[in-house]
């Protein structure tokens, strides 16, 4: 890319976020509203409620435990999704009871699993991975059902059989519908997370956010909006660079397929 | 049936007789025996294949060419052991073929669907030889042949769908030509590319053949291209197949597009291909398959 292009790109990602704050910081300049914040004070506070031992006892775990949760979704769901895609037998057993279980919503879960498990990390992780696993599961059945038959006939007269097959021409192939599932389960993954802290929790940023509010420290509790943002951001950004070395070879298929 | 018990007296009783070359006990590549394929369906079942029976010696290439719907496909996938007779069987070598065997390769006619589109036209040629196990040098070296072969040695690290449907069916063909085969199947390879191309890629065929000795049987539907290609054409009835005519493409050996074409020759083999096809279509069928 050329400086120029570069810059430009630069300026259209942070043009729209810096007119949001602008306008921000032109409705607060006299208005004294106690539950709004300007976007000095913000910052201000931002880096005195985060920036200290907080990351170490709030921030780090939290993301700890989201990390644990979403890749042990990922992980049991595209195993799981394998499974049930290739064997027709078994995707007539569960597929009822996963259409039960998916439209179960999570956030339910957690006095149960509070009661089952206790107040411990591995319940929250339960309740991320509860939510996390149903895209990256069905997506993934769907994937594999959906494998060109002349492909894998092309596959089976070369002898790739058994695990080749599965790493060869079954996950490739249905790459493009995991990263779709991984892409929702990423944004349920954060909002689990958040919520599995919010009961009878005494730490992590679900908590600390709620804590806030009950205290009304109002401008803290805003940077605890802000952090989560930015962490999804951040989510963002990582699944994309990942997605797009993945699925290199899908992104250039498909220009060229809409280019004909 | 009547004319049966007087010149065909060594056919099992009722079954109707084979009008393809069969060879003596071990001296056939491939063999078709009593082939019957019939598919169930919810509207009943349906009778795709009757009964083929044909042999294929060593280093032959034949052309079986059909009427549309005369059950080519599902004969083809049958003698590749992707789908299990009804009745009858596929020999290979003198071996029941009950599933993919290991000296055989198919190129389809859907090249932009039998290639990895996640690899690139290297990993693709090499994948069946890495997955046998064969040792990386042996490996580079095959793939390499193979490539210069089809005359692709210049794009082994473009992926195939940035390549056109006449390369990326070359492709295929490298594919096959590096997996090593006895016999090479190939499924109307020719069918979605344009003339030119097909052209070349027949003159590619025999090019390959010869070199390798390899066992082709060529399965397509243009009579041109069957007379063409061939030492010998197997015409198969409409539905439910039964071979119409089992016949010897006398051109000479040495063939090109222009000449071999211009034959007087030639062009009676493909009026006579031609003429049976259309009698196929009419519903004719050999006496013994009524």
């Given at each position: 890319?050329k400086?120029?292009?570069i810059?430009?790109?630069?300026?259209y990602?942070?043009g729209?976020?810096a007119?949001?704050v602008l306008?921000?910081?032109?409705?607060?300049?006299?208005a004294?509203?106690f539950?709004?914040?300007?976007p000095?004070t913000?910052?201000?506070?931002?880096?005195?409620?985060?920036?200290?031992?907080?990351i170490?006892?709030?921030?780090?775990?939290?993301?700890?435990?989201?990390?644990?949760?979403v890749v042990?979704?990922?992980?049991?769901?595209?195993?799981?999704g394998?499974?049930?895609?290739s064997?027709?037998w078994?995707?007539?057993?569960?597929?009822?009871v996963?259409?039960?279980?998916?439209?179960?919503?999570?956030?339910?879960?957690?006095p149960?699993?509070m009661l089952?498990?206790?107040?411990?990390?591995?319940?929250k992780?339960v309740?991320?991975?509860?939510?996390?696993?149903?895209?990256?599961?069905?997506?993934?059945?769907?994937?594999?059902r959906?494998?060109d038959?002349?492909?894998?006939?092309?596959?089976?007269?070369?002898?790739?059989?058994?695990?080749?097959?599965?790493?060869?021409?079954?996950l490739?192939?249905?790459?493009?519908?995991?990263?779709?599932?991984?892409?929702?389960?990423l944004?349920?993954?954060?909002?689990?997370?958040?919520?599995s802290e919010?009961?009878a929790?005494?730490?992590g940023?679900?908590?600390?956010?709620?804590?806030?509010q009950?205290?009304?420290?109002?401008?803290?509790?805003w940077?605890?909006?802000?952090?989560?943002?930015?962490?999804?951001?951040?989510m963002?950004?990582?699944?994309?660079f990942?997605?797009?070395?993945?699925l290199?070879?899908?992104?250039?298929?498909?220009e060229?397929?809409?280019?004909? | 049936?009547?004319?049966?018990?007087?010149?065909?007296?060594?056919?099992?009783a009722?079954?109707?007789?084979?009008?393809?070359?069969?060879?003596?006990?071990?001296?056939?590549?491939?063999s078709v025996?009593?082939?019957?394929?019939?598919?169930?369906?919810?509207?009943?079942?349906?009778?795709?294949?009757?009964?083929?029976t044909?042999?294929?010696?060593?280093?032959?290439?034949?052309?079986?060419?059909?009427p549309?719907?005369?059950?080519?496909?599902?004969?083809l996938?049958?003698?590749s052991?992707?789908?299990?007779?009804?009745?009858?069987?596929v020999?290979?070598?003198?071996?029941?073929v009950?599933?993919?065997?290991?000296?055989?390769?198919?190129?389809f006619q859907?090249y932009?669907?039998s290639?990895?589109p996640?690899?690139?036209?290297?990993?693709?040629?090499?994948l069946?030889?890495k997955?046998?196990?064969?040792?990386?040098?042996?490996?580079?070296k095959l793939?390499?042949?193979?490539?210069e072969?089809?005359?692709?040695?210049?794009?082994p690290?473009?992926?195939?769908?940035?390549l056109?449907?006449?390369?990326?069916?070359?492709?295929?063909?490298a594919?096959?030509?590096a997996?090593?085969?006895?016999?090479?199947l190939?499924?109307?390879p020719?069918?979605?590319?344009?003339?030119?191309?097909?052209?070349?890629?027949?003159d590619?065929?025999?090019?390959?053949w010869k070199?390798?000795?390899?066992?082709?049987?060529f399965?397509?539907h243009?009579?041109?291209e069957?007379v063409y290609?061939g030492q010998?054409?197997?015409i198969l009835?409409s539905?439910p197949t039964?071979i119409?005519?089992d016949?010897?493409?006398d051109?000479p050996?040495?063939?090109?597009?222009?000449?071999?074409r211009a034959?007087?020759?030639?062009?009676?083999?493909?009026h006579h291909?031609?003429?049976q096809?259309?009698?196929?279509?009419?519903?004719?069928?050999?006496?013994a398959?009524?």
């Amino acid at each position: 890319m050329k400086p120029a292009n570069i810059l430009k790109a630069l300026l259209y990602a942070v043009g729209l976020p810096a007119v949001l704050v602008l306008i921000w910081w032109a409705a607060t300049l006299g208005a004294k509203n106690f539950f709004v914040p300007t976007p000095g004070t913000l910052l201000s506070t931002f880096a005195e409620t985060w920036f200290g031992e907080r990351i170490v006892s709030d921030v780090l775990p939290s993301l700890g435990r989201l990390v644990v949760g979403v890749v042990a979704a990922i992980v049991l769901g595209i195993v799981a999704g394998l499974l049930i895609g290739s064997v027709k037998w078994l995707r007539a057993l569960t597929e009822p009871v996963l259409e039960f279980f998916r439209a179960v919503p999570p956030p339910v879960l957690v006095p149960v699993l509070m009661l089952l498990m206790g107040i411990t990390d591995s319940m929250k992780v339960v309740v991320i991975i509860s939510g996390c696993i149903w895209p990256v599961l069905l997506n993934t059945i769907e994937g594999v059902r959906a494998i060109d038959p002349v492909l894998s006939d092309s596959s089976h007269t070369y002898g790739i059989t058994g695990a080749a097959r599965v790493r060869y021409l079954v996950l490739p192939s249905a790459g493009p519908q995991i990263m779709a599932g991984v892409r929702q389960c990423l944004s349920i993954g954060l909002i689990l997370m958040v919520i599995s802290e919010m009961f009878a929790s005494s730490s992590g940023l679900g908590f600390t956010i709620v804590q806030f509010q009950r205290s009304f420290a109002i401008p803290e509790m805003w940077s605890g909006i802000v952090i989560l943002g930015l962490i999804g951001v951040a989510m963002s950004f990582i699944f994309q660079f990942t997605e797009r070395r993945i699925l290199r070879w899908y992104h250039g298929l498909r220009e060229v397929e809409n280019a004909v | 049936m009547q004319s049966e018990t007087t010149d065909k007296t060594t056919m099992p009783a009722g079954s109707p007789a084979p009008a393809g070359r069969t060879l003596p006990e071990g001296q056939a590549m491939l063999s078709v025996r009593n082939l019957k394929k019939v598919y169930q369906t919810d509207g009943g079942p349906i009778e795709a294949v009757r009964n083929l029976t044909f042999d294929l010696r060593a280093g032959e290439l034949a052309c079986l060419v059909g009427p549309s719907g005369s059950g080519k496909t599902t004969l083809l996938k049958c003698i590749s052991g992707l789908m299990a007779p009804t009745e009858g069987q596929v020999l290979l070598d003198g071996a029941v073929v009950s599933g993919p065997p290991k000296k055989m390769a198919v190129v389809f006619q859907e090249y932009g669907r039998s290639l990895f589109p996640w690899m690139r036209v290297r990993e693709n040629v090499e994948l069946p030889l890495k997955n046998q196990g064969v040792p990386k040098a042996e490996r580079d070296k095959l793939v390499d042949e193979a490539l210069e072969a089809v005359g692709l040695s210049h794009v082994p690290m473009s992926y195939p769908w940035q390549l056109s449907g006449g390369m990326q069916q070359r492709v295929a063909i490298a594919r096959a030509v590096a997996y090593q085969p006895e016999v090479l199947l190939m499924d109307e390879p020719f069918a979605a590319v344009d003339a030119q191309t097909r052209a070349d890629l027949e003159d590619l065929i025999r090019t390959v053949w010869k070199k390798l000795g390899v066992t082709v049987l060529f399965v397509t539907h243009d009579i041109d291209e069957s007379v063409y290609l061939g030492q010998r054409v197997i015409i198969l009835s409409s539905s439910p197949t039964v071979i119409q005519e089992d016949l010897v493409i006398d051109l000479p050996e040495e063939r090109d597009q222009l000449n071999t074409r211009a034959l007087p020759r030639f062009t009676e083999l493909r009026h006579h291909v031609y003429e049976q096809i259309q009698l196929a279509k009419q519903g004719h069928r050999p006496a013994a398959a009524h």
